[in-house]
């Protein structure tokens, strides 16, 4: 019968080659996407599945500083989300006031 750690290794092991599954499908989304939102919501995956693999890589390597970067990397890839829906959303009223004529301006 294999000891808790090294249970705990390869479920990490297997872990993160799944979250690397996801991360490049979810580049593949991020690549073709048809739309501008579903670019937004790819990059949003792609952060998160980071975020986890990061978690993983603390679990398995036992170091700390892996989770103190992933909670970094969370608030700016939130923060960038953010922006990036923002400017989509700005871009499309500008585009619906362009539309209107001169009657539409502020």
């Known amino acids: 019968m294999p000891s808790s750690g090294s249970f705990l290794s390869i479920a990490a092991m297997i872990t ?3 979250l690397l599954v996801g991360a490049i499908l979810a580049m593949v989304r991020l690549v073709r996407g048809p739309d501008r ?3 937004i919501v790819a990059l ?3 952060s ?3 975020v986890a693999i990061l978690a993983a890589l603390a679990i398995l ?3 700390s500083t892996y989770v103190d970067v992933a909670i970094v990397y969370a608030l700016v890839a939130f923060l ?3 922006a990036l829906a923002r400017f989509l959303e700005r871009s499309a009223q500008r585009r619906r ?3 209107t004529g001169p009657e539409g301006e502020r």
């Open 16 to 18: 993160i080659n799944l």
């Open 37 to 39: 939102a579903d670019r």
């Open 44 to 46: 949003d995956m792609f």
């Open 48 to 50: 998160l599945l980071v």
């Open 61 to 63: 390597t036992g170091e």
């Open 80 to 82: 960038g989300t953010v």
């Open 97 to 99: 006031d362009s539309s």
